[in-house]
């Protein structure tokens, strides 16, 4: 009963979709208040609670172990720990679309009860264009991925989860990248809203970037904790692959780091209005190539769901649809959009546009090594596009990004001049040139990590110079959230850097009582013992490491054999310190009595994800100072209603009668002290 409530309840969900598009496109297209438009908002609400009951359905039927729902009886098992079977509902291709589209209509209905900034001619069109995108979702899962589908008849037992899933990580790593993908829907369809209405102003951009900026934290969390969670489970010791389904996640980040900068600039400055329109369609475009990649089964990778290709034409079908569409639009209304107030090369904006476009041109290497395999296959011409094409050839363009990323926030808004900034850029110039002799000459580094190392020294100290002169005490918190995210890109920089030049690798065979040295650990295999799971059975090395005269300490890998569904797999174990990890894998009899033991020295490894959870930091900090900043504005309107004055220009809605894309003139070239870094 459960399963068929939450089947009718995605239908309901996709009805209201459907009244919530065809109503807000009338509303639209009438351009006067009509009965329609009244129903926009209401039904985007009760569109999300729908798609949230049918979600939580779903995770019912995991929760008790349904075996008559087909979707439960494929991936999961009776004996599986609960927090496996809950995220066994969106760990395979049906429950995970669901997630998405409840997501998705979740948050359209959040827009429609907060979103108040906004004309109501293009918050219609908005959420007109957010139910048209849920209406192809709601289609592919009732017509084809239905995940409440029953079985004529119940199963025995389930066939259990991929071994490979069984991890904490799935609880954690797919919600988050798809909350960052649904944010990103959402920049999308005020992209397309603004784009109906003609209203490309620094209000739908201050309505649009904490969808974008939480969307960029999401993807930020949910990248980061996929890259540890791929580094500790499959057991290869290496945190990046540029798999394509990985690359399906970094594109959509790439182009969202694009657009939330150039939002930025159009909500603060008006400047920027054609980037933030097609950054908006870019970063939605890239999310769906990523769903198509997972899906359309054209990929072998242990991140795909390589579900049938009719699937998979059915979301390229929807990839045409709305991201042609989108782009048609764009180029009908294009020519209507003003330009926006100019700034010079030299200046922040300036600065912002130079990183965008380098960050673009990384997003095109990057799409070009996913897809180039695909289309030689197509020929039957088999090609691998991995590191020693993405490593040099994005280097291009990231040395480049990050020397303008240390000097931009340095400038001033719409115009100024280098030489103001020479004492900083000298002093920077200086940290960048010193490291690179200092590391060349200590150490036998390559030519990539040399400038990873260097670059990360500079741009660490370039993250705290525009709070030089300062009170701390009254530095925004959203430039604060810039800081601190421009310095975890420093530290993960230095993390990847020291991991690619440092690393020592050994495989060894060893009997019980041998040791065999990696890096400064002496490691010595103590015995082999026979373990068991609850789903599982183990062969478990017993290892001691030892670093110089130390305590030693006890590693315990194993090499793992799953009985639903059959699989084997090497559960690695990790030593952390300050300075790096030791990473140790079991593998199998060697013979003679001895047993391969694979291990690695990993410098500074965990850097990485200290600084992808800074930046990410950083992105929460910045949606903290965007809320406080539109606290403090609706206390000043309140003050100026109650005193009977007129709100101050960069405090006004749309409905005080002024027009949205008015700002306040910038105040006369003084002192070379940066207000609130809005980027």
């Not at 798809?178 to 209203?199: D, E, K, M, N, P």
């Not at 003050?639 to 009977?644: F, T, V």
Request: hydrophobic share 55%.
């Amino acid at each position: 009963m459960i399963a068929e409530l939450g089947l009718a309840a995605l239908w309901l969900a996709a009805a209201l979709a459907g009244l919530q598009t065809i109503a807000g496109f009338l509303a639209v297209r009438a351009n006067t208040p009509t009965a329609l438009g009244a129903l926009i908002r209401p039904a985007a609400v009760v569109q999300g609670l729908f798609a949230g009951l049918s979600f939580c359905a779903l995770l019912y039927v995991f929760a008790i172990t349904d075996l008559s729902v087909k979707l439960v009886a494929s991936n999961s098992h009776a004996l599986k720990p609960m927090v496996f079977k809950l995220s066994g509902a969106w760990g395979n291709h049906e429950g995970s679309m669901l997630l998405w589209v409840t997501v998705m209509a979740l948050a359209g209905g959040l827009i429609a009860v907060i979103e108040r900034r906004l004309p109501d001619r293009t918050m219609q069109a908005t959420l007109a264009a957010q139910g048209f995108v849920a209406m192809g979702f709601y289609a592919f899962l009732l017509l084809s991925s239905n995940p409440f589908e029953r079985l004529p008849i119940p199963a025995a037992e389930g066939m259990g989860l991929n071994p490979l899933l069984q991890d904490i990580g799935l609880a954690f790593h797919p919600p988050t990248l798809y909350f960052g993908y649904v944010g990103l829907s959402i920049a999308f369809s005020f992209a397309v809203g603004a784009l109906l209405t003609r209203q490309v102003t620094p209000a739908f951009a201050r309505a649009m970037r904490p969808w974008v900026l939480g969307a960029w934290v999401f993807l930020t969390v949910g990248i980061t904790a996929g890259s540890y969670w791929a580094y500790y489970e499959l057991g290869w010791g290496g945190w990046w692959f540029w798999d394509p389904v990985e690359n399906a996640s970094l594109m959509p980040w790439l182009a969202a780091t694009a657009l939330l900068h150039s939002a930025s600039v159009l909500a603060a400055r008006d400047a920027l209005r054609v980037w933030t329109i097609m950054l908006g369609v870019v970063a939605f475009s890239m999310s769906m190539l990523g769903t198509f990649l997972v899906r359309s089964g054209i990929l072998t990778s242990v991140h795909s769901f390589a579900v049938d290709p009719e699937r998979g034409t059915f979301i390229l079908l929807l990839l045409a649809l709305y991201i042609g569409g989108a782009l048609l639009l764009f180029g009908l209304r294009a020519s209507t959009i003003s330009e926006g107030k100019r700034f010079a090369i030299a200046s922040r904006e300036g600065a912002l546009v130079v990183n965008n476009v380098m960050l673009s041109a990384i997003l095109a290497i990057v799409l070009l090594g996913t897809l180039y395999p695909l289309l030689t296959e197509a020929f039957d011409v088999r090609v691998s596009v991995g590191p020693p094409y993405f490593n040099p050839v994005g280097a291009i363009f990231v040395v480049p990004m990050l020397l303008v990323m240390a000097v931009g926030p340095l400038l001033r808004w719409r115009q100024d001049r280098f030489a103001r900034i020479s004492r900083e850029m000298i002093a920077l110039g200086a940290i960048l040139v010193v490291a690179l002799i200092l590391i060349a000459v200590l150490g036998d580094v390559a030519l990539l990590p040399l400038l990873g190392l260097a670059l990360a020294a500079m741009l660490a100290v370039a993250s705290f110079l525009p709070l030089r002169g300062r009170n701390l005490t009254r530095v925004p918190i959203a430039t604060w959230g810039m800081v601190v995210a421009h310095f975890g890109i420093a530290v993960a920089l230095f993390g990847m850097a020291s991991e690619s030049a440092f690393t020592e690798e050994r495989l060894a065979a060893l009997e019980p009582g041998g040791t065999t040295q990696v890096g400064d650990w002496a490691v010595t295999l103590d015995a082999i013992v026979p373990v068991a799971g609850p789903n599982w059975t183990a062969i478990e090395g017993q290892l001691s490491a030892r670093l110089g005269d130390g305590t030693p300490i006890e590693m315990r890998p194993q090499s793992r054999t799953f009985w639903a569904p059959p699989q084997q797999t090497a559960e690695s174990v990790l030593a952390t310190r300050w300075n790096g990890q030791l990473y140790a894998v079991m593998g199998d009899a060697a013979g003679d009595g001895r047993w391969q033991v694979r291990l690695w020295w990993k410098p500074f490894v965990t850097f990485i994800w200290y600084g992808g959870l800074l930046v990410a930091l950083g992105g929460v900090l910045a949606i903290i100072g965007r809320v406080i900043d539109d606290l403090r504005a609706r206390n000043r309107r309140r003050r100026a209603a109650a005193l009977g004055e007129e709100p101050a220009p960069e405090d006004r809605l749309p409905e005080d009668g002024w027009p949205e894309d008015h700002l306040p003139e910038d105040p006369a070239p003084g002192p070379p002290v940066p207000e609130e870094s809005r980027a």
